[in-house]
């Protein structure tokens, strides 16, 4: 079992950053892919971006590519989500993922641990 605990999320301005945080428990935490995914009301979860064990090459959904960036520390069991550049349309609910298997996959159905979620607000 792998709990999750998201932390970060808030109101903020279009134009603006957010730094979400994600810490995960348990020993094997190195192990597994993660992935941030989100959720608008009325609209199914969809992925932001995702990071293999290693970190190598991580995944970022085309709304997202050049103003967020995830990255983690196996060391601490943290993965984070820095958000820059804000869109209104960027405003959702932000989860934490873990995949058990290997590698890292976009697709939501393929992550076995999820967080709770953070909101993040972005208007004027």
């Known amino acids: 079992q792998v709990q999750l605990v998201e932390s970060g999320g808030g109101l903020v301005k279009p134009g603006g950053s957010l730094s979400l945080s994600c810490a995960a428990s348990?020993?094997?935490?190195?192990?597994?892919?993660m992935g941030w995914f989100r959720q608008a009301p009325g609209k199914e979860r969809e992925p932001v971006a995702t990071?293999?064990?290693?970190?190598?090459?991580?995944y970022y959904a085309d709304s997202v590519k050049g103003r967020f960036t995830i990255s983690r520390d196996n060391t601490r069991n943290m993965v984070y989500l820095q958000m820059n550049s804000l869109k209104v349309e960027d405003t959702a609910v932000y989860y934490c993922?873990?995949?058990?298997?290997?590698?890292?996959?976009?697709?939501?159905?393929?992550?076995?641990?999820w967080g709770q979620g953070t909101q993040v607000t972005v208007s004027s």
């Open positions: 990071i293999s064990q290693s970190g190598i090459s991580p």
């Open positions: 993922a873990v995949r058990v298997g290997y590698g890292q996959d976009p697709r939501v159905a393929t992550y076995d641990y």
């Open positions: 348990g020993h094997t935490f190195g192990r597994y892919a």
